[in-house]
């Protein structure tokens, strides 16, 4: 059940942290802004929610998502353009997946007002966190976790929403080198896959810290059922350009994410030009067209690295290295999604939320 609109109390802070925000020196999901939204679910219906000072959460040992995994979350950005006029990025998007997650996870939908609503009052109380360098951003991200003091299988009755704000700098530095993980499985048709739950990042951590030992920064998760073709890296889409088409896999079997990113990409490069194709995509075929010289790009795609260079995939023992000096996809998509987020070009698609 959804409550009808509530007013949303506000209570800021005596005492801001701002001082210790350095644009030149930050650190990803190290430091927050001042204040945070909370609201709770009881009895069937959203109840107060209040924007107040960021502070620790206090629960029962015993707190339902601790035990069996009812957590689920959005990431979401915010951006000062040339003009300083503040937007967010399409968050009517994430808000959509957040309560598709939620149906998933057998959690409560979340309604606008409190989602999008909310998400405003907060930035504009806290924008003066959003950095205006280059690459850099507000990183909003909305959750919603199980508060039911239970020890028994079952959704919990009792949640807790909130937002919580941190200011972000470019996210991938470095171009990255991806292997292809054929061992270990992140999704399965039918399983949670494409909900944004904490579980499918918290299965992903053994795998990857086997890669990072190799020498690679991140794993390109294959199906389940025979690991014969690419689905995502760990926090991102994937995309290939071959033969001039870019190619993604598709969403169809719900092991990949919906993401965001990923949507505003496919229709940016058709605008552009390019052909781009969703569909199931084979390891023989990728290694096959490197192999002929055919195998352009390879980029990733997500919010928080926006596009991603990759400069090494490897299958197996069989490398393929890429000159990213000759890539012309993925930085041309760069430069296009940071000029319309940041006003240098038109958003056409109203694609930004104003502040």
């Not at 069937?44 to 979350?73: C, D």
């Not at 991806?178 to 896959?193: N, S």
């Not at 190799?214 to 890296?233: F, M, N, P, S």
Request: contains cysteine; glycine residues 8%.
């Amino acid at each position: 059940m959804i409550s009808n609109k509530i007013d949303i109390e506000i209570i800021k802070t005596s005492d801001s942290r701002i001082n210790q925000f350095d644009p030149q020196n930050i650190q990803f999901g190290k430091l927050y802004s001042d204040h945070m939204l909370i609201a709770h679910y009881d009895n069937g219906v959203w109840g107060k929610a209040t924007i107040e000072p960021f502070r620790n959460l206090s629960m029962h040992p015993a707190t339902t998502f601790i035990h069996y995994g009812q957590s689920i979350f959005e990431g979401i950005k915010a951006y000062k353009g040339a003009s300083g006029q503040v937007v967010i990025f399409r968050p009517e998007e994430n808000y959509k997946r957040f309560n598709t997650s939620a149906e998933r996870m057998q959690m409560p939908t979340v309604p606008e007002w409190l989602f999008m609503d909310g998400m405003k009052q907060l930035i504009k109380i806290e924008k003066d966190w959003i950095p205006k360098e280059e690459d850099h951003s507000l990183y909003i991200r909305p959750f919603m976790i199980a508060t039911d003091p239970f020890i028994g299988v079952r959704p919990s009755a009792l949640y807790k929403f909130m937002i919580i704000l941190g200011p972000s700098g470019p996210y991938n530095t470095e171009p990255m080198k991806i292997l292809i993980e054929k061992d270990f499985t992140r999704a399965t048709p039918g399983g949670v896959g494409f909900a944004k739950n904490g579980g499918n990042y918290g299965a992903s951590l053994y795998p990857v810290v086997l890669a990072q030992k190799k020498g690679y920064d991140q794993i390109l998760w294959t199906d389940a059922l025979e690991h014969k073709y690419v689905e995502e890296v760990g926090m991102m889409n994937v995309m290939f350009v071959i033969d001039g088409k870019v190619i993604t896999p598709s969403l169809e079997r719900g092991t990949v994410l919906k993401g965001v990113t990923r949507a505003s990409a496919i229709i940016l490069l058709r605008e552009m030009g390019y052909t781009v194709e969703e569909r199931n995509l084979s390891i023989e075929e990728i290694v096959t067209a490197h192999k002929s010289g055919k195998l352009e790009e390879v980029f990733g795609v997500g919010t928080a690295a926006v596009v991603s260079f990759i400069c090494r995939l490897a299958e197996g023992d069989y490398v393929m290295d890429f000159d990213l000096t000759k890539s012309t996809v993925a930085p041309k998509l760069k430069k296009k999604l940071n000029d319309i987020r940041t006003g240098l070009e038109e958003d056409k698609h109203g694609w930004l939320v104003k502040i």
